[in-house]
């Protein structure tokens, strides 16, 4: 399965205007410059987009006409570590799914954090993605 990335925000492919739209909006530009760079083709980042049109088809159709992701995203960033830590809790224990995380990237060192109300198989899980992380 390739990577679908949906790069979140309040905003849909400009419905709002502030910095913090912005901010997502300048990222994806990031992110698309650097897998061209790199020959990344079969990985998609678009955005900016709220949760619905990102996941939901007959959304994207109407906030987001002619975006690369309509509707089929696998992999979400959102803009903050408060919306990204609320959105994980509420997809694992309302939606019932795995959640592991968060996972902490560009350090010179592997370094990842759980939550206090993290089960036994959550730190097992991010010590697996840690230790893999050394190996990198």
Do not use: H
């Amino acid at each position: 399965m390739s990577p679908r990335v949906a790069m979140l925000s309040f905003s849909t492919k400009g419905s709002a205007k502030s910095d913090d739209v912005e901010k997502v909006s300048n990222a994806v530009s990031l992110a698309q410059e650097k897998i061209k760079a790199d020959n990344l083709e079969d990985i998609v980042v678009d955005g900016e987009f709220q949760f619905d049109a990102a996941i939901v088809p007959e959304v994207a159709a109407k906030k987001a006409p002619g975006a690369q992701i309509q509707g089929d995203a696998n992999v979400f960033v959102f803009p903050s570590l408060e919306a990204g830590n609320i959105g994980y809790k509420i997809a694992q224990r309302l939606g019932g799914f795995d959640a592991v995380g968060p996972v902490l990237q560009g350090l010179n060192s592997p370094v990842n954090d759980l939550s206090r109300g993290c089960s036994t198989e959550d730190v097992y899980n991010l010590s697996i993605i840690t230790a893999a992380q050394t190996l990198q």
